[in-house]
């Protein structure tokens, strides 16, 4: 058995039990990490001093919680702005800190820089990751670069061209909609919430090819997307639930789970139904099918596309892929409407600029539709 000297203190050599040599590595390994990390985050530290910082609620939680999603939350951040410039310091509990930047001149490098290098936010970018895998939006290097060619082609001028006419279909929907309100004398509309419906349904039947009537009845699915974006965004305000064992021991994180489990079969059967259709087909008589309907979606892009060395998408990556366009899509799209709109209300003047110009297109056109 190994033996330990202890001559320096008095004692003779003791006997040493090989657990407890393996418990003094294990303390000492302990050791270096925290302080290797305590280094770290000095580091961090100090180079984060340059920018300013507004005054936290108290020292663990930082600065979160003073921005909710609501008007008060963006009346702060623009005071925010207004206080300090373009950038500034905010700390998410007591260690993880995000530079907040402001001015168009400082996020452009950020934006334009190649996305091997940018790094993502770990913390929030995890809280997506049961429910979007690993697509675009949360994957990274090899990965990413491989998934982005073989997406390339969903993008392509003559597979965007027909889906003007569900994006028409789906807007006279709302409008219908609109009218309808409009004649039984509401005179106010959560403009956003009509919007990302909308936005939703033209996802869907672009995606899947999938016509849910999201916009005039309930639809499981679509509430399940919304659920899932609800319950992201209020997770990521509660620092004690950043932990995944503890948030799925909460009503919240069992919510999360079951709306995750109901959008992802709904996106396996579609797959698998596609996957179906595909051999008994043939990819060409599959895709001169689909030339007559004159629509070729998301899944069937997907479905079809092979990289450089002719491997194609698992069904995991185009679940993955698919969930993270709905994600993606229908939020950022209904945020820009909604401002235009927004906008536009506020500035009669440009609002009949723009209805000159769109009744001017639509003059001698009949239907009177936007076309591509």
């Given at each position: 058995?190994?033996?330990?000297?202890?001559?320096?203190?008095?004692?003779?050599?003791?006997?040493?039990?090989?657990?407890?040599?393996?418990?003094?590595?294990g303390?000492?390994?302990?050791l270096?990490?925290?302080?290797?990390?305590?280094?770290?985050?000095?580091?961090?530290?100090?180079?984060?001093?340059?920018?300013?910082?507004?005054?936290?609620?108290?020292w663990?939680?930082g600065?979160?919680?003073?921005?909710?999603?609501?008007?008060?939350?963006?009346?702060?951040?623009?005071?925010?702005?207004?206080?300090?410039?373009?950038?500034?310091?905010?700390?998410?509990?007591?260690?993880?800190?995000?530079?907040?930047?402001?001015?168009?001149?400082?996020?452009?490098?950020?934006?334009?820089?190649?996305?091997?290098?940018?790094?993502?936010?770990?913390?929030?970018?995890?809280?997506?990751?049961?429910?979007?895998?690993?697509?675009?939006?949360?994957?990274?290097?090899?990965?990413?670069?491989?998934?982005?060619?073989?997406?390339?082609?969903a993008f392509?001028?003559?597979?965007?061209?027909?889906?003007?006419?569900?994006?028409?279909?789906?807007?006279?929907?709302?409008?219908?909609?609109?009218?309808?309100?409009?004649?039984?004398?509401?005179?106010?509309?959560?403009?956003?919430?009509?919007?990302?419906?909308?936005?939703?349904?033209?996802?869907?039947?672009?995606?899947?090819?999938?016509?849910?009537?999201?916009q005039?009845?309930?639809?499981?699915?679509?509430?399940?997307?919304?659920?899932?974006?609800?319950?992201?965004?209020?997770?990521?305000?509660?620092?004690?639930?950043?932990?995944?064992?503890?948030?799925?021991?909460?009503?919240?994180?069992?919510?999360?789970?079951?709306?995750?489990?109901?959008?992802?079969?709904?996106?396996?059967?579609?797959?698998?139904?596609?996957?179906?259709?595909?051999?008994?087909?043939?990819?060409?008589?599959?895709?001169?099918?689909?030339?007559?309907?004159?629509?070729?979606?998301?899944?069937?892009?997907?479905?079809?596309?092979?990289?450089?060395?002719?491997?194609?998408?698992?069904?995991?990556?185009?679940?993955?892929?698919?969930?993270?366009?709905?994600?993606?899509?229908?939020?950022?799209?209904?945020?820009?409407?909604?401002?235009?709109?927004?906008?536009?209300?506020?500035?009669?003047?440009?609002?009949?600029?723009?209805?000159?110009?769109?009744?001017?297109?639509?003059?001698?056109?009949?239907?009177k539709?936007?076309?591509?």
């Amino acid at each position: 058995m190994p033996q330990l000297s202890l001559s320096s203190l008095g004692l003779g050599p003791v006997a040493v039990s090989p657990w407890l040599l393996l418990l003094l590595i294990g303390v000492s390994w302990l050791l270096a990490c925290v302080l290797a990390w305590t280094y770290t985050f000095y580091d961090n530290c100090r180079r984060l001093r340059c920018f300013p910082q507004p005054p936290k609620r108290n020292w663990f939680l930082g600065h979160l919680g003073l921005i909710h999603s609501s008007e008060e939350g963006l009346l702060y951040i623009q005071s925010l702005v207004c206080t300090f410039g373009d950038m500034c310091c905010w700390w998410v509990g007591p260690w993880h800190a995000i530079v907040r930047i402001f001015h168009p001149t400082y996020i452009k490098p950020v934006l334009f820089a190649p996305a091997a290098i940018v790094p993502k936010d770990k913390v929030f970018y995890s809280f997506l990751k049961p429910w979007l895998g690993d697509g675009l939006l949360l994957s990274a290097g090899d990965k990413w670069s491989r998934h982005r060619r073989m997406l390339t082609p969903a993008f392509h001028f003559n597979i965007l061209k027909p889906y003007m006419k569900i994006f028409n279909d789906s807007v006279n929907i709302m409008h219908a909609k609109w009218q309808l309100l409009a004649s039984e004398g509401s005179a106010r509309l959560d403009m956003f919430e009509h919007i990302s419906l909308m936005t939703l349904d033209s996802l869907q039947k672009c995606v899947f090819s999938f016509d849910s009537h999201c916009q005039e009845k309930p639809s499981e699915y679509i509430a399940a997307i919304l659920e899932l974006s609800a319950l992201v965004a209020k997770r990521h305000q509660q620092f004690f639930l950043y932990i995944d064992f503890l948030y799925y021991l909460t009503h919240d994180g069992q919510r999360f789970r079951r709306a995750c489990r109901l959008v992802h079969d709904f996106t396996d059967a579609v797959i698998q139904e596609r996957r179906r259709t595909l051999p008994s087909q043939g990819v060409d008589d599959f895709l001169q099918a689909k030339a007559k309907s004159k629509t070729l979606d998301f899944i069937d892009v997907l479905l079809l596309s092979k990289d450089e060395d002719g491997k194609k998408l698992s069904d995991e990556d185009i679940r993955a892929e698919a969930d993270t366009f709905m994600f993606e899509g229908h939020d950022t799209t209904a945020s820009g409407l909604s401002w235009v709109l927004y906008h536009l209300a506020k500035h009669p003047e440009y609002q009949e600029r723009c209805r000159q110009e769109v009744q001017e297109l639509l003059k001698d056109r009949e239907p009177k539709e936007i076309e591509w």
